[in-house]
């Protein structure tokens, strides 16, 4: 099996690429240091050659609405076009969890992918992740105000890189699903909760305000949404555990 793996360098990508290695399988990195350039298609046809699995975990330069949803529609309708030229038997795209219900923000560019793989002649999987323990970071230590870094009191399942590469891994050697497998970590905590570790872990001082009109990847967000479904799967490293090692 001959898989190839789009954003290869990346946070997800390089541990992706790790793990499917784990699994004895040919492994394919690529990004834009192949001269691979997936907005424009430049590199494209010959980057996926004789793939029989492409995994795509490359990632918009923004969290901006308008700007993340060009990059994915273009990014990903290349991709695709390229995988089927190469006659790939598997496209498996990185998703967000809540994608199919959040209608703004990152969340509608990543709906707007998943809409691309499943009109797609190529069979596909989406694995849609709760947010990232890297991503908990971001929160916490940007939107400071006078009074505090605010952050919306969401109710998170935040997920380890290497657990996630782990699903992307599996998803990429397993049968396509023509659907969604959602990841995400062991435990529930709230977003603002979590961010305030962070920050003392850090060493930074100033409070953390919960704010319910606080927007996430862009969006304001109801308490839940971000909680995959029951049939997710579940990782094994904690945020504690996570938050140890930084």
């Given at each position: ?15 992706t690429?790790a ?7 040919e ?17 494209l046809?010959?980057?996926v050659?004789?793939?029989d699995?492409v ?13 993340s949803t060009?990059?994915f529609?273009?990014?990903?309708g290349h991709?695709?076009?390229?995988a ?19 209608g ?6 990543k709906a707007?992918q998943?809409n ?6 190529v069979?596909?999987?989406?694995v849609r ?5 890297e ?5 916490a ?5 006078s009074?505090g ?7 998170v399942r935040?997920?380890?890189a ?16 023509f ?12 977003l603002d909760e979590a961010a305030?570790e ?12 919960p704010?319910?009109?606080?927007a996430?990847f862009g969006a ?10 029951p049939?997710?799967h579940?990782?094994?490293r904690?945020?504690a555990?996570?938050?140890k090692?930084?």
């Amino acid at each position: 099996m001959r898989v190839v793996v789009i954003g290869a360098t990346g946070l997800i990508g390089s541990r992706t690429v790790a793990r499917l290695r784990d699994h004895g399988v040919e492994v394919v990195p690529v990004s834009r240091a192949d001269a691979v350039d997936v907005r424009t298609g430049h590199g494209l046809e010959r980057a996926v050659r004789g793939a029989d699995v492409v995994v795509d975990v490359t990632d918009a330069p923004s969290r901006d609405q308008t700007v993340s949803t060009q990059f994915f529609t273009a990014s990903t309708g290349h991709l695709l076009k390229a995988a089927a030229a190469a006659g790939a038997e598997h496209y498996v795209a990185l998703s967000v969890v809540g994608a199919d219900r959040v209608g703004a923000g990152y969340f509608r560019a990543k709906a707007a992918q998943e809409n691309l793989a499943r009109r797609s002649t190529v069979p596909y999987t989406l694995v849609r992740s709760a947010p990232f323990h890297e991503f908990i970071e971001a929160v916490a230590t940007q939107g400071a105000r006078s009074d505090g870094v605010h952050v919306p009191p969401l109710l998170v399942r935040p997920v380890a890189a290497d657990d996630v590469a782990v699903a992307l891994a599996h998803a990429a050697v397993g049968l396509p699903r023509f659907g969604v497998l959602e990841v995400a970590g062991p435990e529930v905590l709230r977003l603002d909760e979590a961010a305030g570790e962070v920050l003392a872990v850090l060493g930074r001082g100033g409070p953390v305000v919960p704010d319910t009109r606080a927007a996430f990847f862009g969006a304001v967000l109801g308490q839940r949404v971000l909680l995959p479904g029951p049939g997710a799967h579940l990782g094994r490293r904690t945020f504690a555990e996570w938050l140890k090692s930084r």
